[in-house]
């Protein structure tokens, strides 16, 4: 840490030090129920890595990440690395009670490698949360929403399949959907973004991810198209280094844009805005490296006015919506909404899986992330 008037803090003097003892990073590959389709990539399974701290009084906290080679660049043995090679020493024998600082040391212990340091960030919160007996929440400066309605993605390999389990899902209560473009011929996807509309009817809220499938042609064509289905945003179209084609993008529409693969760290946020390239943003820990970095970010989008679509990864167990959930807890301006990708897995890694009910999820106070994570579940889909 640099230098500062300040001496460096001893947090939590009054409570008793909670020693970091152990920390076991550990490599699962999940299978998803089915394959989601996005551009350059069909998912059929999470190879994510989890993070286990122990403390010396016996306690634990768990964390997750999901890789994300086109997103982060991060790849499963590169997130394993960076946990055991360069996280791992800077935190055994530290007082996990300093979590803030903690995280801002792992921040500067290496560039980039956004996942392993938000699996690492959210193992340490829920630890000290369960030690405080207080959610994470609590520990990133406390709920402002006390309940959250998860949008659903539509990522099927064929616009029938998307359509079925659209009306399937609106049925259950669900009534805020993303629509994964930039995959099929841009005229197939302008049609069924109107046809998804009009079987919704006008009152669900629809928003579109390209996920940097289109070109700035193809993607002033589909949003020329779908001017009428009322979209909330549309999502990185473009590469994630193109700012000046996404300004030239928001200033020929009336759709907001959000930016999504382009954002790895809040300077990203700044430039964005800047150049008037987006509207909003999509925070997901991955990309920014945490669930504490993550509040900063949020913080700056508020500032600037930027709306906030908070996501995990296609997909993270309920150890990632856990963490989403307490996040978007705190995050006041979540305006474009929050989606967790647990119940897009055939199996889960807590004893009771996160779930909406009617579409909606009640945050309820309970200590840490507020889920028992099954060591039983994390070694049947261990890889190593
Ligand atoms: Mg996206």
Redesign the pocket.
Known sequence: MKNSVFPLVDSNASVAPLLIKRIDAIPVSLPLIKPMFMAGVRIEAAHNLVVRIEASNGMVGWGEAASAPLMTGDVQDGMLAVVNQILKPLLIGQNALDHARLARICHAGIHGSGGPKAAVDTALLDLCGKYLDVPVSDLLGGAVHKELRPMYLLGNASNDDNLIEAVEKLKQGIQFFKLKVGVKPVKEEIRFTLQLREELGPFVTLCA?A?TGYSLSAAKEYLSGIADAGLLFF??PLRSGDVRGMALLARSTQIPL?A??AISEIKDILDYHAAGAASGI?LKTIKIGGMSEAVRAANVCEALGLQINL?CKVAESTIGAAALLQLGAVINNLDWGISITNHYLVADLATDPIHAVKGGITLARKPGLGIDVSDAEVNRFRTR
Do not use: I, L, T
Request: aromatic share 0%.
């Open positions: 991810d996920n999502e990185q959000c999504d693969e999509n996501a």
